[in-house]
């Protein structure tokens, strides 16, 4: 139950996400064509008839408010221009009220019971574009009886007059192919059926369970209605229900109405796009993890696991067999490690999905902070394909939010402020993603006044946030104080956050997935704020350590320069506390031995080993016995036991086991350096 709860989420927050595209392609178009105004027809549809069968009413009603909207809509063919803003401003309502409802399920909260405010500015809206329609549309809608706008359902075929009289007629369906779970498609349609009709009964009666699926993909779901009212109403439920392949009458009320009936059998689109999910009664919701995967990457996985399992047994033969020849054997585990590689690279590629997931997201940011600001802003988006691992996708997708919203707040000016320093009325944020190496960068860039370092010193002397003295202050480490808690240079307090504020949550977001943010700025130019982020959090790079009989893996990433110390560039700051001198710049020293308490005999900095890390716009030294070589490993969480410890405090991120069998603690560079020398 849990999965199927799982694949409704899933299916609908990708439903309305393709919603918001829909709105903010035809908003900057200027009007929606008939291809959006179906496939928005169709999005409703397909929401209305899931969320019914969820038992979710919220969503169920709101969907099919809007849906009779745009089913009047499509059927007018267009909508007049003056109705256009209001229609885009009550869609994206209307999408925001669906996306708080999903949300609600997946925190295991109440659906919202009320929706009379919506409901009526559907309304409203729905009878502002019957009143700018010219053509005679008054037939078209109709009171229902609880007082709500509502719009017939078309059909393309001919009334049968609705007659109370006792009759007995059974109609079977068929449901689309390979969509499975053909007992889910009935359960939807009998519900369906149920919203219009009172007495009906259907075989199989019993909806439950594999054995009732196989029933109706082989005999089809029998529907017996009753009287004639109640079947024209039950026949209209299966002729507009989504996953209906085709119908057809199976017993009769009299030739004529069998004649009629069997003319009328519907057949769909065999490229409709279908969905799944279940009832979720005793079901606990939770945020929906599911992605979409490349069959060729599935094949792939499939071809190499039966490429393992066939060298598994080569290599288990040449085991077994007396006299073997070392050339064989090693020759056969060759293969066998090539495998394991290939392997690893392509379940490392099934769990990628394209930054366009959360890039797209910002184009509604953008679109509704332009208005409230009164500033018009153009978004550009580059390298929308660039692909990262799930769990990151989701991790930065705040972060990223945060940084698009002081962007528009604060990095680009008024249209009135543009044009007096000589800018264009129109500003620029401009999203990149894009490969190097290893790690992907993200970067949010805008043209508008700059972060001023001036300011910024003064803010930061104020709150004795110095370190050093003024003067030795880069331009860089300046602009880093923005990461401070509670740092900000901007006077007033609006909605949205400054730049500056909780921009320490956006420092520590990243640094949780081993990623580093940096800012590059110019005064009335503009200011570009980076993300330096890891492919994968499942496999990594590192090098390992070797501290008295214990080993410690230090992430590549994080690595700067290896080296050994002598005399000449070791020596003591105001606290006796020993730091390096590399390039005309000192660093502070953190002893591995002394931070984890492991007994060594090298406790000198020139018998060991170095290596000059950077986290963020802090770079330390690391000091080590010795560096034991570069591998990929495995990144294991630590037990859930040890955080009563404050483990994560402790500068460990996690663990890895070795090809020996040991286990190496995986160094967090974020926060070793505070944890003293």
């Known amino acids: ?23 903010l ?32 009413d919220s969503l169920m009603n709101v969907a099919h408010k809007i849906e009779d909207m745009f089913s009047y809509v499509r059927e007018t063919g267009s909508v007049a221009e003056e109705c256009e803003a209001p229609l885009f401003d009550l ?86 192919d390979n969509t499975g779970m053909e007992h889910l498609r009935a359960f939807m349609l009998v519900k369906n059926i149920g919203d219009v009709c009172d007495d009906f009964s259907y075989e199989p009666s019993d909806l439950e369970g594999k ?13 017996t209605f009753k009287t004639q009212k109640e079947y024209e109403m039950g026949l209209r439920s299966i002729e507009t229900f989504l996953y209906t392949k085709d119908y057809s009458v199976v017993s009769e009320v009299t030739a004529d109405a069998s004649e009629k009936q069997n003319s009328k059998v519907k057949k769909k689109k065999q490229d409709e796009t279908v969905s799944s999910s279940v009832p979720a009664a005793g079901a606990v919701a939770s945020k929906q993890s599911l992605i979409n995967v490349n069959l060729k990457k599935l094949d792939t996985l499939m071809d190499l696991v039966g490429e393992i399992v066939i060298t598994e047994s080569m290599v288990t033969a040449i085991t077994q067999t007396e006299g073997t020849e070392k050339d064989g054997y090693e020759k056969t585990t060759r293969e066998l490690r090539k495998l394991t590689n290939e392997l690893q690279e392509i379940v490392m590629s099934v769990r990628m999905v394209p930054v366009a997931e959360i890039f797209q997201k910002m184009n509604r940011i953008v679109r509704d902070m332009s208005k409230q600001l009164d500033k018009e802003v153009e978004l550009t988006l580059v390298g929308e394909q660039t692909e990262l691992d799930k769990t990151i996708v989701d991790a930065i997708a705040d972060p990223l939010m945060h940084l698009v919203r002081n962007a528009m707040d604060h990095g680009v000016e008024s249209p009135k402020d543009r044009l007096s320093a000589g800018k264009s009325e129109k500003g620029h944020i401009t999203l990149t993603a894009r490969n190097a190496g290893g790690e992907i960068l993200i970067s949010v860039q805008d043209d508008g006044k700059g972060l001023d370092a001036k300011k910024i010193m003064e803010k ?11 003067s030795e202050y880069t331009e860089k480490e300046i ?33 949780k997935i081993g990623g580093i943010t940096t800012i590059d700025s110019e005064l009335g130019k503009g200011t570009t704020i980076t993300f330096k982020i890891p492919l994968t959090l499942a496999i990594i790079s590192g090098m390992q350590l070797k501290v008295g009989d214990s080993e410690f893996t230090l992430p590549i990433n ?85 955080n009563r410890f404050s483990v994560k405090d402790a500068g460990i991120t996690g663990c890895a086991i070795l090809g020996t069998g040991k286990i190496s603690l995986i160094l967090d560079v974020s926060k070793l350096h505070l944890l003293g020398a």
């Open 1 to 23: 139950m849990d999965s199927m709860l799982d694949m409704y989420l899933f299916e609908t927050n990708t439903l309305l996400t393709q919603l918001e595209d829909i709105l």
């Open 25 to 56: 392609e035809r908003e900057k178009q200027e009007g929606f064509d008939s291809d959006s105004i179906n496939e928005i027809f169709r999005i409703m549809h397909t929401i209305k008839g899931s969320s019914a069968m969820m038992e979710f």
């Open 91 to 176: 869609m994206y309502r209307s999408l925001d009220f669906l996306k708080s409802e999903i949300a609600h399920i997946e925190n295991n909260e109440p659906l919202t019971e009320d929706i009379g405010f919506l409901a009526e500015e559907i309304k409203k809206i729905l009878e502002k574009i019957s009143s700018c329609d010219s053509s005679d549309v008054e037939n078209e809608v109709c009171e229902e009886e609880s007082g709500e706008t509502s719009v017939s359902d078309s059909s393309d075929f001919e009334e049968i007059p609705m007659e109370e009289s006792a009759i007995s007629v059974s109609v079977r369906v068929f449901f689309d």
């Open 211 to 223: 054995k009732a699926a196989e029933e109706i993909s082989k005999n089809g779901l029998v529907v």
């Open 460 to 470: 930061a002397k104020n709150k004795d946030l110095l370190m050093k003295p003024e």
């Open 479 to 511: 602009y880093a104080f923005v990461f401070q808690p509670g740092f900000s240079t901007k006077e007033a307090v609006t909605e949205f956050s400054g730049r500056g504020v909780g921009m320490d949550v956006v420092k520590n977001n990243l640094e």
């Open 558 to 642: 994080n690595i700067q320069q290896a080296f050994k110390a002598n005399a000449t560039n070791i020596t003591h700051d105001m606290s006796m506390n020993e730091i390096v001198m590399l390039r005309n710049e000192y660093y502070s020293v953190v002893h591995l031995h002394r931070v984890f308490g492991v007994e060594t005999d090298i406790t000198n900095l020139a018998d060991g080993i170095l290596i000059l890390v950077e986290a963020g716009a802090k770079r330390y030294c690391i000091f080590a016995d010795a560096l034991l070589g570069e591998q990929q490993i495995v990144v294991k969480q630590l037990p859930i036991y040890l």
